[in-house]
């Protein structure tokens, strides 16, 4: 009995679902509603398994994906959202194309004040727009700055640059959604891109460099760069033997914000492999910089390899003396010198990161003082770094009052670490640094003679160091 009475009930189930379906499918809304329905299961499937294509899915699945590389915080907050399909430009782009459209066809979402481009300034890849959350999205309309984060990467460091992501984006950057540019010597792969889009919560933007901006120059002496090459590395120099160091350091130097993609831009963050971001960034340093009228920043310094530039300080007085109207009139000489300007005593703004304006990288000054650098072949014939090359710069051509230091961005770069003085300054940002291994106050750093220079109140974990 018990065993009929529970097949009349399955019975009388089928008969109510198979009505619920016809009901559902007669009406003139009810493809609609089974087809809303069908949409609600399928975008559930990918906020649930996202991060599972993301790595080796399409575009559309990486984009996706994203919420899940963001992590728990967004999720806390409520605030995750599907992302939407990634847009790509065509690559092969011919020139007169670009002409046209510097970008391959993508627009700058935030277009703002930028020096025009003077020749061929490279190649652009690939952009990858994503979706913003309502409430950061509005927040990002109203105080953002046309800005970006900048990378020099090859496809191997995917790993590497993928840890500096995630620090960035998860203290910083998740809230402001910021664009990131990578630029690269060659063709950047595609898994570099699937896992890099999946990452940043901005637009990715991936670029080639041009090949005269990675070269020698026709008036460098190759033989000459190869026998100083081979002194290096008998002395041990580190990178003293290394031809793509070089090349490196020039384009640093001279040439990354010259390049289309970053002729969009107005302000840059510069971001390395394998860094480390140690506290929470409560506002928006591009911002802050604006407002203030910063022009350079940074968060470490320290001295010079005497042995890399031996005559770096030669070509700049040539520069001085051909150009005295860019040097500014409250300059930071006695930051980089302790005679006037006639030695100079290797301190240096440690250049893997920081934000600076790009306006000024493309001003007449630097353009001058780059080209008087370049001229003379140090960045081949000795091994020229680009952070005592932009420190310099900003020394000379920048007020005291334009450069500034980030005592709250606490950061790491192998091997050095800044972590802020104040503890409750460090709890109030989650920070995980141990104070003990700040290196500003060591003797090999500059940020004592920086203060000093400034007259800035050196904290009190200074004395003694």
């Not at 979706?131 to 590497?160: G, H, Y």
């Not at 910063?294 to 051909?322: G, Q, R």
């Not at 304006?357 to 008087?372: E, G, H, K, P």
Request: hydrophobic share 30%; net charge negative.
């Amino acid at each position: 009995m018990a065993g009929s009475t529970r097949y009349i009930r399955y019975i009388v189930f089928a008969f109510v679902f198979i009505a619920l379906i016809i009901f559902l499918s007669s009406g003139s809304d009810g493809a609609k509603k089974v087809a809303s329905a069908g949409q609600m299961i399928s975008e559930q499937n990918h906020l649930w398994w996202g991060s599972q294509v993301a790595g080796g899915g399409n575009h559309e699945e990486m984009a996706s994906g994203q919420n899940a590389a963001h992590g728990q915080a967004e999720a806390n907050e409520g605030k995750a959202d599907a992302k939407t399909p990634v847009e790509s430009t065509t690559k092969g782009s011919s020139e007169k194309d670009l002409e046209k459209n510097p970008t391959g066809g993508a627009t700058a979402k935030w277009p703002g004040k930028s020096s025009p481009s003077k020749g061929k300034t490279g190649a652009a890849s690939d952009t990858t727009p994503h979706s913003k959350t309502p409430e950061l999205a509005e927040t990002a309309q109203t105080e953002r700055m046309n800005a970006t984060f900048v990378t020099l990467a090859r496809n191997s460091d995917v790993w590497e640059i993928s840890r500096s992501i995630r620090q960035v984006e998860d203290r910083f950057n998740r809230k402001y959604n910021y664009d990131w540019v990578f630029l690269n010597d060659n063709d950047f792969d595609d898994q570099f891109k699937k896992v890099t889009t999946a990452l940043v919560s901005g637009k990715t933007r991936y670029g080639k460099i041009p090949t005269d901006h990675w070269s020698y120059p026709d008036f460098i002496d190759q033989q000459k760069a190869k026998e100083a090459r081979e002194d290096y590395g008998r002395r041990k120099v580190i990178y003293g033997d290394s031809v793509s160091y070089r090349h490196m350091c020039r384009y640093e130097s001279g040439f990354f914000f010259r390049h289309e993609l970053m002729m969009e831009y107005e302000w840059y963050w510069r971001v390395e492999p394998s860094i480390e971001l140690f506290c929470d960034i409560a506002y928006d340093p591009f911002a802050f910089m604006s407002r203030n009228g910063k022009k350079y920043s940074f968060v470490l310094s320290l001295y010079e390899y005497v042995e890399t530039i031996p005559t770096l300080w030669d070509s700049v007085k040539k520069f001085m003396k051909a150009h005295p109207e860019h040097i500014a009139e409250d300059n930071s000489m006695s930051f980089l010198s302790d005679d006037g300007g006639n030695t100079y005593n290797h301190c240096h703004f440690w250049s893997n990161f920081e934000i600076g304006n790009l306006d000024w990288l493309r001003s007449d000054a630097y353009i001058d003082y780059f080209d008087t650098l370049d001229k003379d072949g140090g960045f081949f014939y000795e091994r020229w770094g680009d952070a005592p090359v932009h420190s310099i710069a900003a020394g000379l051509t920048l007020n005291k009052s334009e450069i500034h230091f980030f005592n709250d961005i606490a950061y790491y770069h192998v091997p050095f670490t800044h972590c802020p003085a104040s503890e409750q300054e460090r709890i109030d940002l989650k920070c995980h640094c141990n104070p003990k291994d700040n290196f500003d106050w060591n003797g090999y750093s500059c940020t004592a003679r920086f203060f000093d220079v400034n007259g800035i109140e050196k904290p009190k974990e200074s004395e003694g160091n």
